[in-house]
């Protein structure tokens, strides 16, 4: 199975900051760059912010960005907002089984 | 908009079967398009993926849980079912149900905590 790590495992950030998340893949995800980012507040289910690596998702906000290819992936949150500190998963959906990040978490410094 | 809503009993003893529902409104299970996923996530920890079904009953399951997971569908309901056999301590957790495709998982249950202990 695909292993992704992520980095790093927690982000101590102010708002106004710009954000960068790395999730790295152990062997190349797909042709077709299945990869997703995921924000999970406290409570809640995981809301699709990313797919196919660098399109948003319906709703999303632009200050969220994805890019890379291949094995290695960043998510970028160019100007972090109040409600924007939760935690990130990123998530590929390329090869069976579907495999998780163990998820960066960004609090508030 | 699709909406999904997970349903079952909260409490499961060790050894026994853990059963739960998701019932799906705004869109049929019958979309050629989509799969229909179940994640769990232990309490404090990360996500994994258990499996998808797609609504000709086709499955795809994660190994470290083969052998004792089941999905299936009933597209007259347009719900879907997970079932856990022989569960124990570390099968406890929040369990999701989702819309699977091209997107990703696009669309979430609110998940149902399901607690294994006697």
């Known amino acids: 199975e695909i292993v992704l790590t992520q980095s790093p495992g927690t982000l101590s950030l102010s708002p106004g900051e710009r954000v960068t998340l790395s999730c790295r893949a152990s062997?190349?995800?797909?042709?077709?760059?299945?990869l997703a980012w995921y924000q999970q507040k406290p409570g809640q289910a995981p809301r699709l912010l990313i797919y196919?690596?660098?399109y948003r998702a319906s709703g999303i906000p632009d200050r969220f960005s994805g890019s890379g290819s291949g094995t290695d992936f960043t998510l970028t949150i160019s100007t972090l907002e109040p409600e924007d500190f939760a935690v990130y998963y990123c998530q590929q959906y390329g090869r069976s089984p579907w495999t998780f990040g163990q998820g960066t978490k960004v609090e508030i410094k | 908009q699709v909406q999904l809503q997970e349903s079952g009993p909260g409490l499961v003893k060790p050894s026994e079967t853990l059963s739960l529902t998701c019932t799906v409104s705004?869109?049929?299970?019958?979309?050629?398009?989509?799969?229909w996923s179940w994640v769990r996530q232990p309490p404090g920890k990360g996500l994994e993926w258990i499996g998808n079904?797609?609504?000709?009953?086709?499955?795809d399951y994660n190994p470290s849980l083969k052998g004792r997971i089941s999905i299936s569908i009933d597209t007259s309901k347009n719900t879907f079912f997970l079932k856990v056999n022989s569960v124990t301590a570390a099968d406890t957790a929040v369990y999701y149900c989702?819309?699977?495709?091209?997107?990703?998982?696009?669309?979430w249950g609110p998940g149902t905590l399901v607690s294994i202990s006697s």
């Open positions: 705004g869109g049929p299970v019958t979309s050629g398009s989509h799969y």
């Open positions: 989702a819309r699977d495709g091209y997107k990703g998982l696009d669309y």
């Open positions: 196919e690596a660098s």
């Open positions: 062997q190349t995800v797909s042709n077709r760059n299945y």
């Open positions: 079904i797609f609504y000709n009953g086709n499955t």
